[in-house]
C-alpha cells in the first residue's frame, strides 16, 4: 500500500510549509495549494485521501471548495479537515454542512492536528473492512455499506461519508431511539469533536436527499432522532421538522 496523500489547501505559506514538513516526517505523501481555485484543481489531479482545507482562501472559499469536492467524483470521498480561525458554532455547523469529516480551529498543536488525521484514517480502514456484501434495508432505503451507495426507492441518493454513516446507524435498528450525543459516538466516531447540533445539520441534509422518504427519518422529541419502522411506513406521511 503506498502512502497517504495529504492535499494541503492554505494560503498562509508559511503554515503550510509547517505542515508539509510535520506531515511529511510522520510518512505522509504531501501536496500544497494556496487558493481555493488550486486546491480544486490539485484535488481532482492527486485524488488525495485526506484535505486539509482553510475556510478563509482566495478566489473561493474554503466552504465553496468542500462543496465542490463533495460533488466530484475523483474527491467526493476523500477525509476533509477544515482549518479556520473562526470559533463560533455557527462556523463549525457551516463546515458540516459543506461536508467537511472534521474541524480544527487555529491557533491548533500540529500534534493534535496529526491525531485527528490518523483517527479519520481509522475509521475509513474500519470501514474498508466491512463484508463484501453487507446489506441494510427498510422501507424502500437500501444501504450497500460496503461500496457507500445508498437508494430510496430506485433512485440512488449522494451521501457525504458522515450522512452514509448516519444514516447506517438508524437504518441497522429500525424503531430505536437515538440520542444526538449517541450518534456522535456510533456514526462519527467519539473522537470527533463535533457539536450535538451538527447531527441536526446532517439530519437535515439527509432528509432532502431523500426525497419522498425523507418522512422515515423520525424526530423523537427531546431525544434525538430514529429510522421507522417497517410495519409504520407510509409514503403519504408528511416530512417531519428538526
Known sequence: MGKTKVLVVEDDKSLS????????KEGYNVFCAYDGREGLEQAKLKKPDVILLDIMLPSINGLDVCR???????????????????????????????GADDYVVKPYSVSVLLQRIRALQRRRLADDE?????MLSCNGVTLDLRRYRAFAGEQQI???RSEFKLLATILANPGRAYERSELIESALGDDTLVLERTID??????????????????????????????????????????
Open 201 to 242: 445539520v446532517h439530519i437535515r441534509a439527509i432528509r432532502r436527499k431523500m426525497g419522498d422518504y425523507a418522512h422515515l427519518v423520525e424526530t423523537v422529541r427531546g431525544i434525538g432522532y430514529r429510522f421507522q419502522e417497517e410495519s409504520e411506513s407510509s409514503l403519504s406521511n408528511p416530512q417531519p421538522a428538526v
Open 130 to 134: 466491512k463484508p463484501e456484501n453487507e
Open 158 to 160: 449522494e451521501l457525504t
Open 68 to 98: 465542490q469536492l463533495r460533488k466530484a467524483k475523483e474527491t467526493k470521498a476523500a477525509s476533509i479537515i477544515m482549518l479556520t480561525a473562526k470559533t463560533e458554532d455557527l462556523d463549525q455547523i457551516g463546515g458540516f454542512e459543506a
Open 17 to 24: 510549509d509547517i505542515l508539509r514538513y510535520n506531515l511529511e
